[in-house]
């Protein structure tokens, strides 16, 4: 069994950065893909980013040059610096890993910008 936890929840000002970090530990083998989603309120959940295991990265367009998302292999861990926040940016952010047709959710933690 894989368990994810995910921190760098808070609240932060419209502009401000914010980082998240999400690690995974348990019964894993190789991770391909890492991706950050997020649900704002009344919304679906959308996909931020997502990296590969090779570095490979892509981003919602909104979240370009904005957003940047990083792993570190050896210690099975997924980031998401984020700058220049807006009110838009408020969600519930979650990571996602995928390991062969497995894939893990994390529980999700609130980031919340105000203006």
């Known amino acids: 069994q894989v368990h994810l936890v995910e921190s760098g929840e808070g609240l932060v000002q419209a502009g401000g950065s914010l980082r998240l970090s999400c690690a995974a530990s348990?019964?894993?083998?190789?991770?391909?893909?890492m991706n950050w989603y997020r649900q704002a309120p009344g919304k679906q959940r959308e996909l931020v980013a997502s990296?590969?295991?090779?570095?490979?990265?892509d981003y919602a367009d909104s979240m370009k040059g904005r957003f940047t998302i990083s792993r570190d292999n050896a210690n099975n861990t997924v980031y998401l610096q984020m700058n220049s926040l807006t009110p838009e940016d408020t969600a519930v952010y979650y990571c996602?890993?995928?390991?062969?047709?497995?894939?893990?959710w994390g529980q999700g933690i609130l980031v919340t910008v105000s203006s």
């Open positions: 990296i590969t295991r090779s570095g490979n990265t």
């Open positions: 996602r890993i995928g390991m062969g047709y497995v894939e893990v």
């Open positions: 348990g019964s894993i083998i190789s991770i391909n893909v």
